[in-house]
Every structure is written in structure tokens, then in C-alpha cells.
């Protein structure tokens, strides 16, 4: 290989390892956004859920790890360091088939999932208002924003202590259908209706939530295409840097 083409590889790593280390940064501030959020559905589920705090984890860990590897790149790049090369490929491989491995896992386990949310719901409406603040104020929100109430429908409120126990006919606040004729609503609690009809979105948050997942599908697989055909073109780009530093260094050895 050229010097050319050498130092266009090695200066092509170098901004592929510029972006992957903003890839890193981004992972990991969506592994943030997962832990602290408390304005979504996701703060509805992680405060019942061990399993997405360990996932938030788990994207910070690798959101960090993504980083610090980027930074390696740069320097095994710029110095054409082969040790720094040659791990910087072994863990670009390692990430790729984790990440294969966990989209199998996650494609396996949508039933799961999809009982796990349902089951961690159905008790913040049963116990709603209760003591977590946090976890009702992102179900209220998610309600008012996604337009829906309940997470397979409305029946879902019949369940709730308080609505059970009161002699008025209550609803949740937050279900309120905001194109239908009112006065002054709450954003959360419970309001009393005039009549046996509810004046509220009639649909549940689950198909809502699908809804937005299946018309976001093709963003989301695209970002995932686009993620895994940069860890390719870097593993490609580090193997040629390497193996062309190797055969520098060899053409550099005094023959007696």
C-alpha cells in the first residue's frame, strides 16, 4: 500500500473513530435519560422494573466503553500504534456480535416484555394516587401527550382502590378527552363526571405505544443498519492501518 493510501486510511479511521466516540456519548446520555427521566413511560416502568435500571446501566457501561474506545482509535490512528489497532478490532467485534446478541434476545422476549409493562402498569392504576409521585405524574403525562387512558383501555381504572371505594363517579383527570367540551381540568388526580360517560380517550396507551414504535420502525432499524456498517468499515479500516505498518516495519529491517 502507497503512503497515499496509507494516510488516507489512517486519517478516514481517525474520523470514523471521531464519530464513534459521539455515538459513545450518545448512548450514554440516552442511558442517563433512562435512569433520571421522570416525564415518560419509562419512569413508569423502571421504578418497578430492576430490569431497566439494569439496562440504563448497561448503556452507560457502554456508551462509556464506546467512548474510551474511540479515544484509543484516534491514538492508534494518528501514531499507528499496531498493539492499539489490533485491540481497538478485537473490541470492535466484541460490540458488534453483543449487540446481534442482544437484538435476538429482544426479539425473542417481546411477550415478556410486553407482560412485564402491562403487569407493573396495572399496579400503578390500582394504587393510584399513591405514594410514588414520580412514576403517577409520567403516567398522567403519558396519558394527556399519547392521548389514551388505561393500557389495554379504560376498564383498566375500574380496578383502582380509590374509584372503587368512593361513591361518586370518578375518572382520572389525565384521561380527559381534550377535543370534547369542558371546563378547567386537572392534569392529574381524579375529576368527577356529571354523567355514567366518561369524558375520555377511549383508546388504550398500549396500542398507542405500539403505534408510535411500528411508524418509527424504520428510523429506528436504520439507525441500528447505519451503527453496525461503521463498526464494520472501522474494523476493515484498522486491519488495513495495521497490516500496512506491519509491512512498513518489515521493509524497515536491515538484510545482511
Known amino acids: 500500500m502507497g503512503k497515499g493510501c496509507i494516510a488516507a486510511t489512517k486519517y478516514f479511521l481517525f474520523l470514523f473513530n471521531l464519530i464513534f466516540f459521539i455515538f459513545g456519548a450518545t448512548i450514554m446520555g440516552f442511558g442517563l435519560w433512562i435512569l433520571l427521566d421522570n416525564q415518560s413511560l419509562i419512569a413508569v416502568l423502571q421504578d418497578s422494573s430492576m430490569g431497566l435500571k439494569v439496562v440504563s446501566y448497561i448503556l452507560i457501561s457502554v456508551?462509556?466503553?464506546?467512548?474510551?474506545?474511540?479515544?484509543?482509535?484516534?491514538?492508534?490512528?494518528?501514531?499507528?500504534?499496531?498493539?492499539?489497532?489490533?485491540?481497538?478490532?478485537?473490541?470492535?467485534?466484541?460490540?458488534?456480535?453483543?449487540?446481534?446478541?442482544?437484538?435476538?434476545?429482544?426479539?425473542?422476549?417481546?411477550?415478556?416484555?410486553?407482560?412485564?409493562?402491562?403487569?407493573?402498569?396495572?399496579?400503578?392504576?390500582?394504587?393510584y394516587p399513591g405514594q410514588n409521585k414520580t412514576t403517577e405524574q409520567a403516567w398522567d403525562y403519558l396519558q394527556r401527550t399519547m392521548q389514551c387512558c388505561g393500557w389495554n383501555g379504560h376498564e383498566d381504572w375500574e380496578a383502582n382502590l380509590m374509584m372503587k371505594n368512593k361513591s361518586l363517579d370518578l375518572y382520572p383527570c389525565s384521561c380527559h378527552n381534550a377535543s370534547l367540551?369542558?371546563?378547567?381540568?386537572?392534569?392529574?388526580?381524579?375529576?368527577?363526571?356529571?354523567?355514567?360517560?366518561?369524558?375520555?380517550?377511549?383508546?388504550?396507551?398500549?396500542?398507542?405505544?405500539?403505534?408510535?414504535?411500528?411508524?418509527?420502525?424504520?428510523i429506528i432499524l436504520g439507525i441500528c443498519l447505519c451503527v453496525a456498517v461503521i463498526e464494520l468499515l472501522g474494523m476493515i479500516l484498522s486491519m488495513g492501518l495495521c497490516k500496512s505498518v506491519h509491512q512498513e516495519d518489515y521493509t524497515k529491517v536491515p538484510r545482511f
Open 63 to 127: 456508551g462509556s466503553f464506546s467512548m474510551l474506545l474511540g479515544f484509543l482509535g484516534c491514538l492508534g490512528a494518528i501514531y499507528e500504534i499496531r498493539c492499539l489497532l489490533g485491540l481497538y478490532f478485537t473490541c470492535l467485534l466484541l460490540i458488534l456480535l453483543a449487540q446481534v446478541a442482544a437484538a435476538i434476545l429482544i426479539y425473542f422476549q417481546l411477550d415478556w416484555l410486553r407482560k412485564e409493562a402491562s403487569e407493573i402498569v396495572s399496579k400503578v392504576m390500582v394504587n
Open 181 to 218: 367540551p369542558s371546563h378547567s381540568v386537572a392534569d392529574s388526580g381524579f375529576c368527577q363526571s356529571t354523567s355514567n360517560d366518561w369524558p375520555i380517550y377511549n383508546t388504550g396507551c398500549l396500542g398507542n405505544v405500539e403505534s408510535w414504535l411500528f411508524t418509527n420502525y424504520g
